[in-house]
């Protein structure tokens, strides 16, 4: 199976889900069979006026992942995950990051057609 990326508040699977994708604290990128994880920082996209969630795309784009479990995404942000080939599992909210791959590894993901945030003006 291949990597995939959880928005998270922390660098642990037992810290929240972060259910903003461009402005998540970071991601936790893991193997959901071994259950193998790092943490990837995404300060930087937090501190942008705009583009966050395309730089936030790019940045999980660099670590391979095929699959990125969010709270919301915005258009832009959508497009590029779309273009890097990666499917977007949205509407995960009010739980870990634990609890996300749980619901992931079980089959209980709402895939995305589209964005389910508007873009920031």
Known sequence: MS??????????LDD?????????????IVDPDTMVFEYVDNG?????GQGAGIQAAETVARTGVKVVL???????A???LQAAGIKVGQNFDNMSVRQALER???GQVEWAEQPNRQGRR
């Open 70 to 76: 969010t709270g919301s995404v915005g258009p832009k």
């Open 3 to 12: 990597k995939i990326a959880v928005c998270s508040e922390g660098p642990g």
């Open 44 to 48: 930087s996209s937090q501190a942008m």
């Open 78 to 80: 959508f497009q590029a």
């Open 16 to 28: 929240l889900l972060d259910p903003r994708f461009g402005r998540a604290a970071g991601f936790i």
């Open 104 to 106: 992931y590894r079980s």
